[in-house]
């Protein structure tokens, strides 16, 4: 992800034209989401990451009582979410570009102590082909009780943490989360929570260890979960 030169200002009048019931689920498809950088203004050794303005932004607008986050639609859906030809990776198949998908099929019908059992990815949440702005959870899993939606981030990936947090939060509130459990035959009673899911000491991790207090902070008010991989695929939750 290049870096861009915006003072804190611009940042912040780019965010403000998203904080409205329309084109707050756009947001986190904008590049500025994306910047690792810090805004151009400040002294020097104190210039805030474009990250922690944008989460200050939302925390705020959250703490005002208006929460725009909250107003994210559901995506109609009549066909199911679950895809019958998804069985993870076939022996020889060859492989793609799209890492993320892949790792994905990888973990498929894999079980683990923090997740429980993956058991399925890439799951489409456009109701029709005209809507926008609407991609497709990267994987699902469920322990007993719980049922994680998961947005995952390659190893090399440079993108802000805040871009994970805002696309997997999204994808929670345009997901009908009653035909999503029929779907699949899972109990009505389980709790569905947003993650992230990102390699440990990566981009996006070293971000959550050291300059992300307002994303953290954001993390927790929308109830998102931290979750690293090794190259193993052992899944562990940050605190």
Known sequence: MRRQNYTEKEIRAKVEKFLTEDNIAKLYQQEFVGYTGNASDGEKGHKRPYSEIIAEILLKDIEAGNNVLNKISKVIRKKSYKIPSHQGNCPGAKKTSRVEEWIAKDMFNQTYATIGKVFDYQVPLKG???????????????????????????EDNTESILRCVLEIYTYFKQLQHHQF??????SEKSKIIPAILVFKNGKQHCQFMSESKNVNKLMKKLGIKMLTIKSTYDVTEEN
């Open 128 to 154: 029709k082909q005209s809507d926008k702005n609407v991609g497709k959870i990267d994987l699902v899993s469920e322990t007993k009780d719980t049922v994680y939606l998961l947005e995952l981030k390659r």
């Open 181 to 186: 459990l029929d779907n699949f035959k899972l």
